[in-house]
């Protein structure tokens, strides 16, 4: 781990000494263009909004850097408000984990089981919202391309934004242990998804063995890429039919590769993504700022380049808009294309944004 930081770091310094202009014969020469940063805003469109406010706001966002909202439900007004101040509008689609009743009443049989053989369809676990569908079935895809397909027709919608597309967590963030009264320390199963006969079926299939006759599941390591290729289907067909559109396919997700792996089977840098937003939340891991930079590192490593990383910055993480200046540095100096604000932005908030943004752009 330690070695590969430090090549990680020496590799970014190359890069960021190439940016430097140096003079030649008195004239300054830019050997690249500066990387262009675009941040983001996650938002709930409230529709008692007006469209002064927006237009306002939508400004003021710009103004600061704001590139593109991610808005959790289809407002056309808050969509059309935010693209007629140049922000790209797209859609917040929760994708894996769906508890709307009618789909709940119409197809309980979609919905994952746990090593304990409970269902997410009347057993939620941790907390009643989770009600995580079975990536493996067939119809769980094709209604989730259905529904991705008649988003993107929408004029008004630049692209789609993939959220809880993963595994329910079989291992919380580390500040949730006390909440729950949970210890994680081990995989337990009642958090362990899934075991239907579908997912059973598929590894037996493919490697010979019914997941059932394995002593130590949790320790499987086909089973564990089972289990993240089953996502990557899910999300790379997606991504096809974001293609046929020609519209962007971003996601939110855990903050670094192998913590996304570990605690949701979430194996997003092999994703066909346009861009990505590992949601970098300190806090919930009880890290310091620092880490920002770390995972961004990480991040930033694994993906090689086939799409740019957006650090997720969650804003009551943040003591203060210093806090705030110092993440949105690490971030961007650790190679993020851009930030992305979970949290309702105000203006000292947008100045903070701006500030450390130049400021990160003088040091690279
Ligand atoms: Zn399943």
């Known amino acids: 781990m330690t070695s590969r930081r430090s090549f990680v770091a020496t590799s970014l310094l190359g890069v960021a000494a190439a940016a430097q202009p140096f003079k030649s014969a008195g004239k300054e020469i830019t050997l690249a263009p500066k990387k262009a940063v675009k941040h983001w805003v996650w938002t709930n469109p409230d529709e008692k909004d007006t469209e002064a406010e927006l237009a306002t706001r939508y400004k003021q966002y710009y103004e600061a850097g704001v590139r593109g909202m991610f808005f959790e439900s289809d407002s056309e007004k808050h969509f059309r408000a935010a693209k007629a101040q140049k922000l790209e509008a797209h859609r917040w689609m929760w994708t894996m984990n769906r508890g709307e009743k009618s789909l709940l009443n119409a ?3 979609w919905y994952a089981i746990n090593r304990k053989g409970e269902s997410c369809a009347d057993k939620p676990p941790y907390v009643d919202y989770y009600r995580w569908l079975c990536p493996s079935k067939p119809e769980v895809l094709q209604y989730l391309k259905d529904q991705v397909n008649t988003i993107l027709q929408k ?5 789609i934004h993939l959220d809880y597309i993963r595994f329910c967590d079989v291992i919380l963030p580390v500040n949730l242990w006390d909440k729950y009264k949970i210890e994680q320390t081990k995989e337990l199963p009642e958090y362990d998804y899934c075991y239907c006969d579908v997912c059973r079926s598929k590894f037996k299939a493919w490697r010979g063995t019914d997941i ?7 320790a499987s390591l086909s089973w564990r890429l089972f289990r993240y290729n089953a996502i990557n289907n899910v999300v790379n067909s997606l ?7 020609k519209k962007a396919i971003t996601a939110a997700v855990f903050p670094t590769p192998e913590v996304a792996r570990r605690n949701v089977r979430q194996d ?3 994703w066909n993504l346009t861009g990505i937003c590992p949601m970098i939340y300190h806090g919930f891991y009880k890290e310091k700022l620092e880490w920002i930079g770390d995972a961004v590192t990480e991040g930033v490593h694994f993906l090689a380049g086939r799409f740019p990383l ?5 804003l009551s993480d943040f003591a203060n808009n ?3 200046h110092k993440g949105i540095e690490l971030a961007l100096q650790h190679g993020a294309a851009g930030v992305s604000l979970f949290g309702t932005p105000k203006q000292d908030v947008l100045d903070t944004l701006k500030a450390a ?3 990160s752009q003088k040091m690279m």
């Open 107 to 109: 197809h309980p049989e």
């Open 155 to 159: 004029d008004y919608v630049d692209g």
């Open 212 to 218: 059932k006759d394995i002593q130590f599941p949790e």
């Open 239 to 245: 991504a096809v039919v974001a293609g046929s559109h």
């Open 268 to 270: 997003w840098t092999n």
């Open 310 to 314: 957006y650090a997720g910055l969650y």
């Open 322 to 324: 210093q806090e705030l």
């Open 357 to 359: 943004t130049t400021s």
